[in-house]
């Protein structure tokens, strides 16, 4: 697609549910990225994929979240027992390239999808 | 490990004004990038410049201009003649050349541009 896709745009859940978030990279794009955004902050870097690979996942905060990108395109961002401190905006990103020139892509990022845990 | 400060949380201006949005990061990698994005209301983060730690030229875009001072670890970013458009959320943010690809960003500054 033209940009990258992030759904549902918002989700509400209650706490102890667990939920997913969806990423639509850009059609291409090797690398992708999840990031947390609290509110009034930066975003905080959660996890990142070359292809379907998970290199890094120093990110997660706890063994309560889990991503995945088994086909090396779409990916999900899976909470589970979701709990309030858990709300945010949680961003995806993706990127062109797969080494150190990725950065002369730069990082396209989506809308990203507001949780909120009530 | 990297850190990156924008000490300036709001900054109001009128419309017309320059503003200058600074940033000062943290890193022991001899090379580095550093990015500038913009964050509307609607939420993406639109990219407005990378620049690698190799080139301490300043650059300008438009109404847009960045002055990198490698010497204080700074990456301040100018709004010459702001514009209502401008209002925003803007981030800097920082990836170091080694494996590590993802990006540190500072906390945020949000600009108000007043009619």
């Known amino acids: 697609g033209a940009g990258v896709s992030q759904s549902p745009r918002y989700k509400v859940a209650k706490r102890g549910q667990d939920v997913a978030l969806r990423c639509d990279p850009i059609?291409?794009?090797?690398?992708l990225f999840w990031y947390q955004q609290a509110l009034g902050q930066g975003p905080e870097f959660l996890t990142y994929?070359?292809?379907?690979?998970?290199?890094?996942k120093s990110g997660l905060p706890s063994d309560r979240f889990f991503a995945e990108r088994p086909e090396g395109s779409v990916s999900t961002l899976k909470i589970q027992r979701t709990q309030q401190e858990d709300s945010a905006v949680y961003l995806c990103a993706s990127s062109l390239a797969t080494g150190r020139t990725g950065t002369i892509y730069g990082y396209t990022f989506g809308s990203g999808t507001r949780l909120t845990v009530v | 490990a990297q850190k990156v400060t924008q000490a300036q949380t709001e900054i109001s201006v009128v419309e017309k004004e320059d503003v200058t949005l600074d940033c000062v990061y943290e890193t022991r990698d001899t090379t580095y990038y550093l990015f500038w994005y913009k964050q509307p209301p609607s939420g993406e983060l639109v990219f407005l410049i990378r620049?690698?730690?190799?080139?301490?030229q300043n650059e300008i875009s438009g109404r847009y201009s960045w002055n990198f001072q490698k010497s204080t670890s700074s990456f301040n970013f100018t709004i010459t003649a702001s514009q209502v458009v401008d209002s925003a959320v803007y981030f800097c943010a920082l990836r170091p050349s080694g494996s590590a690809r993802q990006l540190t960003f500072g906390s945020g500054t949000q600009l108000t541009v007043l009619p």
């Open positions: 994929f070359q292809n379907e690979a998970q290199l890094d």
């Open positions: 059609s291409g794009h090797v690398s």
């Open positions: 620049r690698n730690s190799f080139d301490e």
